[in-house]
């Protein structure tokens, strides 16, 4: 009986796997291809022979490698700007939600969690004006504000969790020697809460890169698009072949996909931090 339920759980797991990783492999398959070769029947299962042209295409030599490049410049500094800014508000949010006395501070910390259940396209117009208004759409910063209004209840919430599973005896003893609020901030709780520091950054970091809907109304022109919003508009407009839309894919997802597998250990232990102390 255990066996059998062995080889079902192979078995779906085996499924979940092709089915999330297949498409992925296609992408990677067809960006080594030649254009005529990817269209060609029957299919191509390996990129042999391969080329590395679509990928000089879309990075130096090729019709629309300036959009590229660009994009890819545009979609790190947005996504690197939301991770800095947000893990310094979620860091000092979450530790005086979790150490600090005050009143309604259980209303309010909720209340921050509240907003995860909103959809974002229900922000999308307020969001907008607002940036118009302030002459911020079209810009970085504009991008990176809205970007960071969205992160920052996931981060915060992460943080409270991380500062929570740290015993605030060690604090105390700080205050014992001397020490003030900022300083035991700095020295003692920052340090041992760094995996929920980690798992914040990389997790906003994530939810930067993959932005569309927001970047796409924002945005004016290829100075602030990202990636995800310049990828849709060459499939749409076919300004270029099939298998250079594919490298294009394929540099979208390479940098994520990279931090996943390097850090996942990190995004784990700062997820579970605070479930058992």
């Given amino acids: 009986m255990r066996r059998g339920s062995a080889w079902i759980r192979w078995i779906v797991i085996g499924v979940l796997l092709v089915w999330s990783l297949f498409p992925i492999y296609w992408a990677v398959n067809t960006s080594f291809l030649t254009n005529g070769a990817a269209q060609s029947a ?12 679509n990928y000089t295409q ?29 893990v310094v508000i979620a860091t000092l949010g979450g530790y005086a939600f979790a150490r600090l006395k005050f009143r309604f501070r259980r209303v309010l910390f909720y209340t921050v969690l509240a907003t995860l ?24 910063l504009g991008i990176i504000l809205v970007y960071t209004s969205g992160a920052i209840p996931l981060g915060m919430w992460i943080m409270h969790n991380a500062f929570n599973a740290i015993p605030v005896t060690l604090e105390e003893a700080a205050w ?12 003692i709780a ?12 990389i997790i906003t970091f994530l ?55 390097v850090l996942n250990r990190w995004i784990v232990s700062g997820l579970l931090a605070g479930g058992v102390k």
């Fill in 207 to 261: 939810f930067s890169w993959s932005q569309f809907t927001f970047p796409l109304v924002l945005s004016n022109g290829i100075t602030t698009e990202p990636v995800t919003v310049l990828l849709p508009a060459l499939v749409a407009t076919r300004q270029v072949a099939f298998t250079l839309e594919n490298s294009v894919a394929v540099l979208a997802i390479l940098i994520p996909v990279a931090l996943v597998l």
């Fill in 117 to 140: 259940a909103l959809p974002g396209l229900a922000t999308l117009i307020a969001l907008y004006k607002m940036a118009s208004y302030a002459h911020l759409d079209n810009t970085y």
């Fill in 176 to 187: 014992i020697d001397g020490a003030g609020r900022f300083r035991t901030f700095r020295t």
């Fill in 58 to 86: 879309a990075l130096g030599a090729g019709p629309v490698s300036s959009q590229v490049v660009r994009s890819l410049v545009n979609s790190t500094v947005e996504a690197v700007g939301t991770t800095a800014a947000t």
């Fill in 42 to 53: 029957p299919a191509h299962w390996l990129p042999v022979p391969g080329t590395l042209s």
């Fill in 190 to 201: 920052l340090p041992l809460a760094r995996t929920g520091v980690a798992a914040a950054g």
